[in-house]
């Protein structure tokens, strides 16, 4: 799914893989596995992506296609809950679970990347 998030964001920018790849400090040939989703995308790549096309990590890691679901956007909640059966009370949840993972990571980037 990150993949496809990744191609959809590429092409919809008219970006080369080329391009994209040189952005996030990846191998052309890796991009193009990401996009197809021979390879999964690791999370410091998907953090770095986030920050390139100016997306909130949710996009990528959320169940819905190519538009990202965000805590302020009421028009995407009630798409997921009438498509998906999902509730509010469950979506309040999903959302404090994205919220939570996304603390998480950028925790785990802190700690972990290089300051530049």
């Known amino acids: ?3 496809k998030k990744l191609k959809h964001l590429r092409e919809e920018r008219k970006y080369t893989q080329e ?3 040189i952005e996030l400090g990846v191998a052309s040939s ?6 197809r989703g021979v390879v999964n995308v690791p999370a ?3 953090v770095k992506a986030a920050e390139y096309y100016k997306k909130d990590l949710s996009y990528f890691y959320s169940l ?11 028009a995407s909640n009630g798409y997921v809950e009438q498509q998906h059966g999902v509730g509010g009370e469950v ?3 999903l959302v404090a679970r994205y919220e ?3 603390q998480r990571l950028l925790g785990l980037i802190e700690r ?5």
Do not use: C, F, H, L
């Not at 819905?64 to 009421?74: A, H, L």
């Not at 972990?112 to 530049?116: A, H, L, Q, R």
């Open 1 to 3: 799914m990150i993949g």
């Open 19 to 21: 391009g994209v790849a």
């Open 30 to 35: 890796t991009y193009s596995d990401y996009e």
């Open 44 to 46: 410091a790549v998907v």
């Open 64 to 74: 819905r296609g190519p538009v990202s679901i965000t805590m302020n956007d009421q």
């Open 91 to 93: 979506m309040e949840r």
């Open 100 to 102: 939570a993972m996304n």
């Open 112 to 116: 972990w990347m290089p300051k530049e």
